[in-house]
T-cell receptor, first 115, second 114 residues
Framework: AQKITQTQPGMFVQEKEAVTLDCTYDTSDQSYGLFWYKQPSSGEMIFLIYQGSYDEQNATEGRYSLNFQKARKSANLVISASQLGDSAMYFCAMRERTGANNLFFGTGTRLTVIP | NAGVTQTPKFQVLKTGQSMTLQCAQDMNHEYMSWYRQDPGMGLRLIHYSVGAGITDQGEVPNGYNVSRSTTEDFPLRLLSAAPSQTSVYFC?????????????FGPGTRLTVT
């Protein structure tokens, strides 16, 4: 079974609007971490935000927030006030307590911001 | 700090050739790893290391070797290149393995095997 599922291959959002990128995960570990990375067209991987399984509050970093619903095993990324520079691929990833620091990645969502 | 560096940026190989992709980090990170990125498949773990002298296999290790003789360097060797190894390769590092650390990625190496 896939550990990370991203069901939206592509998304469009109007500039200055908010957008939600979906991510669901599958693990039997009680302790795990969830990460979002951005990959612009230049190719580098940029860390955006992290949520721990025991964190009571949803993580926020500037315009990025993580809508963490543990019972539903979802960790959706919310980008507020979209900017043209947000156009990129976005990857959700998970690290389980067992397994060094290895990340399991989803297949990604390509976000396009429309002026 | 240079962070995580990878060389070369681009490489074209013929089937059957061997080569080494270089990865180095200057952050004194314990953990280093190699991923490959194929269209529509996200990133998949090839090999990883939790410290000098310690390596282990990831999800897709076949056709690749690694070694970790120093904390700083983690080269990836392709023993006999195949077209199926055409991909973008990323090296990553993180401070440790005991917690949930962000991984720092290198800029990637785009490899084409003909």
């Amino acid at each position: 079974a896939q550990k990370i599922t991203q069901t939206q291959p592509g998304m469009f959002v109007q500039e200055k609007e908010a957008v939600t990128l979906d991510c669901t995960y599958d693990t039997s570990d009680q302790s795990y971490g969830l990460f979002w990375y951005k990959q612009p067209s230049s190719g580098e991987m940029i860390f955006l935000i992290y949520q721990g399984s025991y964190d009571e509050q949803n993580a926020t970093e500037g315009r990025y927030s993580l809508n963490f619903q543990k019972a539903r095993k979802s960790a959706n990324l919310v980008i507020s006030a979209s900017q043209l520079g947000d156009s990129a691929m976005y990857f959700c990833a998970m690290r389980e307590r067992t397994g060094a620091n290895n990340l399991f990645f989803g297949t990604g969502t390509r976000l396009t911001v429309i002026p | 700090n240079a962070g995580v560096t990878q060389t070369p940026k681009f490489q074209v190989l013929k089937t059957g050739q061997s080569m080494t992709l270089q990865c180095a980090q200057d952050m004194n990170h314990e953990y280093m790893s190699w991923y490959r990125q194929d269209p529509g498949m996200g990133l998949r773990l090839i090999h990883y290391s939790v410290g000098a002298g310690i390596t282990d296999q990831g999800e897709v290790p076949n056709g690749y070797n690694v070694s970790r003789s120093t904390t700083e360097d983690f080269p990836l060797r392709l023993l006999s290149a195949a077209p199926s190894q055409t991909s973008v390769y990323f090296c990553a590092s993180s401070p440790g393995t005991g917690g949930f650390y962000e991984q720092y990625f290198g800029p990637g190496t785009r490899l084409t095997v003909t």
